[in-house]
């Protein structure tokens, strides 16, 4: 059992990483072996994120301080929270991708996230969803590539009858 002070510091982490976060993303973790959760620990890291599990009583209070409105005693089971300071998109993805790895028998579960900025919540099923858009490279190619068409088509036409004649 933790003692006083040591719940005050979780607060107080807790308070520091949600002020530096952008977006949060709630994980269910129960039954995910630790050699999984390191991996996923590795690859948010990669991304400037930080997987932390702090109790839910605790990470509500440096909620409240920090003016995150989510409720923690919505989730049930065990939870952990992913604190990133990149666009719920980009973090969303990761752990998308990682929970998708487990398949639909996993009890790994994406339970939501929170838009630090936009003061928004994301149920489940609407982070599934943002952690299957393409990233941001790949939408900006595509949208280039739709951009292009038109000209390409207009310059094949001139080409084709320039050898005509």
């Known amino acids: ?22 977006s949060l993303v709630f994980i ?11 991996e996923l620990k590795n690859e948010v890291r990669t991304i400037g994120g930080t ?9 509500q209070r440096a909620f409240t301080e920090e003016g995150v409105s989510v409720d923690t005693k919505q ?21 998308y991708r990682f929970a998708k790895g487990f398949g639909k028998d996993s009890e790994f579960k994406i339970l939501g996230g929170y ?3 936009l003061k928004t ?8 969803r943002i952690g299957q858009l393409p990233s941001r490279d790949i939408l900006l190619a ?12 207009l310059v094949y036409t001139l ?4 050898k005509k004649k």
């Open 1 to 22: 059992m933790k003692t006083k002070a040591q719940k005050k510091q979780e607060i107080e982490d807790g308070v520091v990483l949600a002020k530096d976060a952008t």
């Open 28 to 38: 269910d973790f129960a039954k995910t072996p630790v050699k999984n959760i390191t």
């Open 51 to 59: 997987y932390r599990v702090i109790k839910k009583r605790l990470l």
């Open 75 to 95: 989730f049930g089971g065990q939870l952990a929270t992913v604190f990133s300071p990149k666009d719920i998109s980009e973090v969303g993805g990761v752990v």
């Open 115 to 117: 838009d630090v900025k």
């Open 121 to 128: 919540y994301f149920s489940d099923g609407e982070m599934k």
């Open 142 to 153: 595509q949208l280039l590539g739709m951009l292009q068409a038109p000209v390409k088509s």
């Open 159 to 162: 080409d084709q009858i320039a």
